[in-house]
């Protein structure tokens, strides 16, 4: 690396490894170019809490513009990365071309459907706002839909949530959707008892949460009995329909199906290298960055590295950041004509949530289940959102919700021209309708 | 009206005056069915800050279920209503039959294009909360793409609001606008001046806020010179394109224009009328009802009505409120046989927002503009909000907004291949385009 005054940095991905770069070299004679598809970073571990309906989208994500307002050697775009040109230092967008002495791509993943991807629409993920809004409509025009049945016709099917994936993800969506169906919406309903909903969790592996230790796991089950979720592990989902899953021989019906079960890398991964592995993602050197090109850094969920003791770097939030903070360390050494060093992962500890008053924790040296559990991630997730309005949103939406065991964003923000329309073809999930236009216009 | 222990009363319509009419029937020996097309209550007065990014839909919705959660005479169904028989005194929704003993209609209105529908994608109103996502998505994306073509290109067009409608609506549309333009995105981008932004309201009549006095009109003129909106009245839009209005032969590019000039009522006011006016308004009976059905009310923005001093009552939330408790009143009259009484509207007085500390207010006796009028404004909409967390939310939100001049909702909901999408082809608002889906899919 030259001594350059003002080394122009592009940054791809305005999440929190992309965002820990850019506020990292705040202080260095740098110019940042924060790159992203969408203009707001998600605060994606309370995505959950958007797709429950217990948190409005705003008050966990916020406009990546807001977050670097004052840092005066960055700006933002609102761009869609098409590919680059390593050897010109060239960034490709839909329609401009953008130079870079340093590149450092932080372009996350998405879901993975195995193959399947004609189970998308079928079955959402959870990865975006857009993801969450969707999921929130299903799951609350479920319970509409039984409610509607049960009014007009005295009986309704089953509600049958089944969630694919016994991950963190998994885990926190199906202890919160038996939750709330428990305890938020039983008075509010006439016809139906919410409390009869079945929440199905599927994995495949023989545990859920299985990056915790075993015991762990157990106590993460036990907790999802008690807030009424069936486990089904060592469990292969072989078919998703519009409204059932097979598993093998066994096919449950279902109101709507979540998946939580894999995730892909950006396909920018394979823009910047042929040797992506099975999950698409980059195999980078110990300083984070492709073989030679010490330009060019790829971090986060897209890069996959192992740690000096061998075991592989996880794909969490304080991964990305702590790679995030070693890019911007090792910019700052070259420009200062330091030696780079080499990135070392530090597990500080692993949360998950379950659902009120349950979580398991794990931290070098203790472990945590139940109310303690859910304690820390509470305080440790309040402490890392972004933005001190949305801490105090979220702590009175919290405190609120915890009192009085009300969801505050139950919104169906769709037509009900669509729930007709989901009736009447199941499986027309995936096209995007416009609302229904019941209102007819006529000159004035 | 004959002695019915349970009369059944169904109620189309979650709006003011259908919410009004179920609370005031509480206590009556009544069974009520609330129908709606939306699970939520919309508080429209404050629609416009969810378009301006102020607030979240959550702030200012609620679902009807929680509103009506403690009145256990009280149902309420998803469904679409599709018509009536009123011989047979049944409700037909898109799957069923409903029948009624008493029926009230609450079913609003929309937008009106006057006879030029194709207006619409181009020029989207502020009735629903998807239409405040969708104001809000189009006015941050104008700024976002002069931000990005003033980066990679080093110029950018103009960025021009254009409101069409001086009501209400206009008003607080164009005032909030320019005032976010000058106040709270400056800071946030590098590239342009956003101070610069062109909000321009145009209004066919010869001043804006016609139902308030002249002087009020006169003032709120002002007030939107001061935070910079340019007000054209006794000007017509001849025609609307993508990029460009036209009033005459005079040609206006914009970024984004919007539509606030008229409304027209619910289709459902011909299913049950043929009687209605021009703007698609039941007339009514003194006492709310259709000629020959007594047992049929219409209330709200569906009906039309003049007090006993000739003067219309207007389409506005306290005429629709007191329409609902007046229907509540007079069914409890029929139940315990007293005779009953005609409406009337009782003016307490009629408030406009202007933006931050501009506002016109209009009470009996006296009228206030500017910062008191603003004042009054801002303590009548928090008193009125429902919920008590969602007042102390919003009441939060704008104390932080005042004193920030920040705007905490800036999201743009939607994928930048929509961005993308609207530069290549401007005229492809109206298509609802599901995300672009960049991450590609194999198996892992």
Known sequence: MTDTRSARVVVIGGGFGGLETVSHLKHQPVQILLLDRKNHHTFQPLLYQVATAGLSPAEIAAPLRSIVSKQK??????????????????????????????????????????????????????????????????????????????????????????????????????????????????????????????????????????????????????????????????????????????????VLPTSVTLWAAGVFASPLGRALSEQVDRAGRVPVQPDLTLPNHPEVFVIGDLATIKNPDGKPVPGVAPAAMQMGRFVAKTISDDLAHRPRTNFVYNDKGNLATIGRNAAVAQFPGFKLTGYFAWLSWLFIHILFLIGFRNRLLVMIEWAWSYLTYKRSARLITDEVGRLREQRSSPDSHNAETPPVEVIERRSA
Not at 109 to 120: G, I, L, N, T, V
Not at 122 to 147: H, M, N, Q, S, Y
Not at 152 to 174: C, K, N, S, W
Not at 186 to 191: G, L, S
């Open 73 to 250: 050697n960055t700006e933002v775009l609102l761009a869609e990365v098409t590919g680059f040109d390593l050897a010109r230092k060239i960034v490709h967008t839909v329609d401009a071309e953008i130079e870079y002495d340093y590149l450092v791509v932080a372009a996350g993943a998405r879901h993975s459907y195995f193959a399947h991807d004609e189970w998308e629409p079928l079955a959402p993920g959870l990865k975006t706002v857009e993801d969450a809004l969707e999921i929130r409509r299903r799951v609350l025009l479920a319970f509409e839909e039984a409610e509607r049945q049960a009014a007009l016709h005295g009986h309704h099917q089953d509600i049958t949530f089944a969630i694919v994936g016994g991950g963190p993800t998994g885990v926190e969506l199906a202890g919160t959707i038996s939750e709330v169906a428990r305890t938020s919406l039983p008075r509010d309903f006439r016809n139906i008892d919410p409390t009869h909903t079945r929440v199905i969790l599927i994995e495949a592996g023989p545990r859920v949460l299985a990056a915790f230790p075993e015991d762990l796991s157990a106590s993460a089950e036990q907790q999802l009995h008690k807030l009424g979720v069936e486990v089904r592990t060592s469990t292969m989902v072989t078919q998703i329909l519009p409204h059932e899953i097979h598993m093998g021989d066994v």
